[in-house]
């Protein structure tokens, strides 16, 4: 059975500060979704990492994909309080997404 | 237009009751799911449908019953509710199964919050 694990659960970071989001597997997979969740409302598509050594980047946030460590990584560059939200990362297996445990991410002043 | 419904937003019912929610796709989407966030936001899959065949049925108790009479939607048919039913559940759609060809990314609904008192 596929497991996913998040680090950290929680992150409270200043504005303007720097952090990443582990998100280990258990099994192969080839490809990755990281997924934002604001409180109360559905789940928005991020980023799809396609393959390993896979970077995409979009604003302040970039992930990335190693296929043979089965981890990916979800950078948060300068962050501001707009990207307050609870973080999934979701590898496919078996025709489903497995989802972590989610990072609850607060940005503060 | 909205590319993933589900009715109800919310619902408050009775332990021992039976109640439905609906989800309907205008994606043209193929796979559409059921998964379902608890109050640890932990979610989990629990149906997928591929055509209207039904791929996935994880352990589920078999109080909880998907009917998908097309491929545009799927519906979730609970029985005898119990307080531990309480959950958002999440009805979600992709072009094909889950890892299959391409980006295929699953777009979901706006989620059902369900209130066993």
């Known amino acids: 059975e596929l497991k996913v694990e998040q680090n950290p659960l929680f992150l409270s970071m200043q504005e303007g500060k720097n952090y990443t989001i582990y998100c280990n597997y258990s099994?192969?997979?080839?490809?990755l979704y990281w997924y934002r969740q604001d409180p109360g409302k559905s789940l928005e598509s991020l980023f799809v990492l396609l393959s390993n050594g896979a970077v995409k980047q979009e604003g302040r946030l970039m992930a990335s994909l190693d296929t043979k460590a089965r981890l990916s990584t979800l950078h948060i560059t300068a962050a501001v309080h707009d990207l307050s939200a609870t973080y999934f990362c979701a590898p496919p297996r078996g025709g489903k997404l497995t989802f972590g445990q989610g990072t609850i991410l607060t940005v503060h002043p | 237009d909205t590319a993933v419904s589900q009715t109800p937003k919310y619902l408050v019912t009775q332990m021992g009751n039976d109640k439905s929610i609906k989800c309907e796709q205008n994606l043209g989407h193929d796979t559409m799911y059921w998964y379902k966030q608890d109050s640890k936001k932990f979610l989990k899959i629990m149906f997928s449908?591929?055509?209207?065949?039904?791929?996935i049925n994880e352990t589920v108790p078999n109080r909880f019953s998907p009917k998908s009479p097309d491929k545009a939607h799927l519906n979730l048919h609970i029985n005898s509710l119990e307080l531990g039913d309480s959950a958002v559940y999440f009805c979600a759609s992709s072009p094909r199964l889950a890892g299959v060809g391409g980006a295929n990314v699953l777009t979901f609904g706006a989620g059902s919050r369900l209130t066993v008192l």
């Open positions: 099994t192969t997979s080839d490809r």
């Open positions: 449908y591929n055509n209207k065949e039904l791929i």
